[in-house]
């Protein structure tokens, strides 16, 4: 993806933080579709751009006989393209990935207009196996991520505890390394 838009990698994050939605544990994709749409402006600063104008949820897309629907579409003025965003409440799995680059050449062919740049996909996840992710990209052609999402967001007392432990490590490492130029300069 960062081929054809360099600067793609920032403007859309790896992961969102979807505390605000308040989502229960378990959920449906359609609690997390319409959950996104009533908080759609905490949504769209999540993705990390104003840039991003909602289009429509459950877009329809009629393909031949046949009609499918994005969950999400949006357009990024910033990047001149259609951004299509599949919803999963479940890991992600490579059909999911075939099931979206559908939906992008669909919106190519049929929506996107002369003067915008190709359509871009999104699968939102829960989590992502990173092996299997780079396995199904490997041969994709079309501009796609894979972003996961979080419900809620790390416990302050658990930042604090992890950053006080990090900064323990990083101050013992330090007085080591002074410890050891000590040594051989006393050589």
């Not at 996104?36 to 897309?61: A, P, Q, R, T």
């Not at 990083?170 to 410890?179: C, L, P, V």
């Amino acid at each position: 993806m960062l081929k054809s838009y360099p600067q793609a990698g920032i403007t859309f994050k790896d992961e969102l933080f979807l505390d605000f939605l308040n989502l229960p544990e378990k959920h449906t994709e359609n609690k997390l579709k319409k959950s996104i749409v009533e908080k759609m402006k905490n949504f769209i600063l999540e993705l990390g751009s104003k840039e991003f104008l909602f289009v429509d949820m459950e877009y329809v897309l009629q393909v031949g006989a046949s009609s499918y629907k994005a969950d999400l579409l949006f357009y990024h003025r910033g990047l001149q393209a259609l951004v299509a965003i599949e919803l999963k409440t479940t890991k992600f799995h490579p059909k999911d990935l075939g099931q979206l680059e559908f939906y992008l050449e669909a919106l190519d062919r049929d929506v996107r207009k002369s003067n915008e740049n190709p359509s871009i996909g999104m699968i939102l996840c829960p989590s992502a196996d990173q092996v299997v992710v780079e396995y199904a990209m490997n041969r994709s052609m079309s501009p796609t991520l894979i972003a996961e999402y979080k419900k809620k967001l790390i416990p302050q007392e658990k930042v604090q505890k992890l950053l006080g432990e990090y900064c323990a490590s990083f101050e013992m490492g330090a007085s080591q390394k002074k410890k050891t130029a000590r040594k051989h300069k006393n050589k």
